[in-house]
């Protein structure tokens, strides 16, 4: 998956209500780890932490990336 043109808050658990763990940009790419109704659990790398980390994000931020596609090169 991939961020579109908003930056995405990535939370500690699949509600509005419950801690902020970070930022996504747009354009940023993140790995699928599982779904919870409007929810999508993500691998992510943490810039500040220098490190990969997970969360759960609201799919509405989120496109789906082609499997061939350049930014998933990377992955």
Same mark, same amino acid.
């Given at each position: 998956?991939?961020?579109?043109? $908003? *930056? !995405?808050? %990535?939370?500690?658990? *699949? ?8 930022? @996504? +940009?747009?354009?940023? /790419? %993140? $790995? @699928? @780890?599982? &779904?919870?109704? &409007? ?6 790398? #943490?810039? +500040? #932490?220098?490190?990969?980390? =997970?969360?759960?994000? +609201? &799919? &509405?931020? @989120?496109? $789906? /990336? *082609?499997?061939?596609?350049? !930014? =998933?090169?990377?992955?």
């Amino acid at each position: 998956f991939m961020v579109r043109e $908003r *930056p !995405a808050t %990535v939370r500690s658990e *699949p509600q509005s209500g419950s801690s902020v763990e970070g930022m @996504l +940009l747009p354009n940023e /790419v %993140v $790995r @699928l @780890l599982d &779904k919870q109704g &409007k929810w999508i659990e993500v691998e992510y790398y #943490h810039w +500040l #932490h220098e490190e990969y980390r =997970t969360g759960w994000v +609201l &799919k &509405k931020y @989120l496109q $789906r /990336v *082609p499997p061939n596609s350049s !930014a =998933t090169q990377n992955q």
